[in-house]
Structures are given as C-alpha cells and as structure tokens.
C-alpha cells in the first residue's frame, strides 16, 4: 500500500495547502493564470544483478547423423555443467537448433559435399555474477565452442524507476519555481502529470566469444542508469 501511495503522496505536498473542504478541480477546468509545460527526467543508477549469456556447442561430421549425434552428447556436458553450477532447470532455455550441410568450393568445380554441421544453442540467466568466470570456464571444459554475451539487467527495476519518477516530479517542481520567480510569479498548482517513459537503459549488445576467449573470462557489473521522464503542467499566477 506505501508503495502505491509515494507519486499521489508527491503530489499532494506539490500542491498549494487549501482549506480541507476544498474539492479537486476538474481535469477540463481552464486555467486562470499562466500554463506552464515542463519536461523533467529523473535518473538513479543501480548495479545489475542478474547476466544473460548464450551458450552452445557446433560439431562437425562426415554423416548428418554423426554430427547431430556428437553434437547431443557435447550439449548434454553442458547443462550438466550448468546445473552443477547451480543454475536452475527454468533459467536455461533452448534458443536454437540447426543442421547444415559443408561444402568446399574450388574454381571451375561444383560444390563438393565434405559432411555437416549441428549447433545447439541455450541461454542462461543467472545472478551470481561474482561467479561468472567459474561458470564461463565450466562451460568451456565441458564442450561449449560458442558463448555469446553478456547482457546486464536489473531484474526487478520497478522500486527504482518509482525513486527515478519521483526525482523527475521533483525536477519538474524545481524548474516551474525558477520560471515563476523569473516572471514575478508563483507555481499555484500542478495542473496534470504524463509519464513520457520510465525504463532501463538497453541491454549491452550481445558479444560473441569462442572458446579460448572465453577461458578465465571474468563479468564486471558495474552501473546501469535507469530513467523517467515527465511532462509536468503547472499554473503560475
């Protein structure tokens, strides 16, 4: 309930003290004074606290049974490994599957069949990013050639984008009261409120890594900003 209460709480203190019968005005009433239209965006920053990554395994054979075959075995290496690292069954989910014939090509020649080539591919999620190196290595040990990653994200960003709303109504306050003193004027009231938008900023892009890159590889979190922006409309008398 507190949680719910913090923006219309804001508010309420933005607002002028009026007698205690007094009623809300209506949304549509005209303004008496001055309109003022403020954009304010309010940041905080957090430290991510949960990685995504994509693991997966390409093998290559003469026949496209072999292929799929070593390829199966490789896979099942790798989420066992992840499992023994302590990644849950409902963070690691299939994200591609493929087989594809290999050619060689030379000049003058038609395409020459050489065998074929299966990935698997999964991603994971996990939040113990100081472990991250031990868990990239595991997978390498256990047969993964291909690691994709990392994206960064908070995973429950909502108390922090309300504390970032709260800072952009703050802004926007901040600002219509210099306006107002500029003018020889006062802030009445606070006419209406629209959220522009209120989100983390994108995930890092993904980066594709091989095996040998990505031994003894270490996850630095660091900061992400995650923003609101509002559009405040004030009354100045």
Not at 55 to 80: D, F, K, L, Y
Not at 98 to 109: F, G, I, K, T, V
Not at 142 to 159: C, D, F, T, W, Y
Request: glycine share 6%; hydrophobic share 50%; aromatic share 2%.
């Amino acid at each position: 309930m507190t949680k719910r209460l913090t923006l219309a709480a804001l508010l309420a203190l933005a607002l002028p003290l009026a007698p205690a019968a007094a009623q809300p005005a209506p949304a549509a009433q005209a303004i008496a004074g001055t309109r003022l239209d403020v954009v304010a965006t309010g940041e905080v920053t957090r430290a991510p606290d949960i990685v995504r990554i994509s693991a997966g395994v390409v093998s290559q054979a003469a026949t496209a049974s072999g292929a799929i075959r070593e390829n199966s075995a490789r896979m099942a290496r790798v989420r066992a490994a992840l499992r023994q690292a302590g990644i849950a069954d409902r963070d690691i989910q299939t994200s591609n599957i493929s087989l594809q014939p290999d050619y060689r090509y030379a000049e003058n020649q038609p395409p020459q069949l050489t065998g074929y080539r299966a990935s698997n591919e999964v991603n994971v999620r996990f939040r113990d990013i100081a472990n991250s190196g031990a868990i990239l290595d595991a997978l390498v040990a256990e047969g993964a050639n291909q690691i994709n990653g990392p994206m960064l994200a908070i995973e429950r960003p909502e108390a922090a984008l309300d504390e970032a709303r709260t800072r952009a109504l703050a802004a926007a306050r901040a600002r219509a009261e210099l306006y107002a003193r500029s003018l020889g004027m006062r802030v009445v009231r606070i006419v209406a409120v629209s959220e522009a938008g209120a989100m983390p900023v994108p995930p890092m892009p993904m980066m594709r890594l091989q095996a040998a890159d990505a031994a003894n590889a270490q996850i630095d979190p660091g900061e992400q900003v995650l923003s609101a922006s509002l559009t405040v409309t004030f009354e100045l008398q």
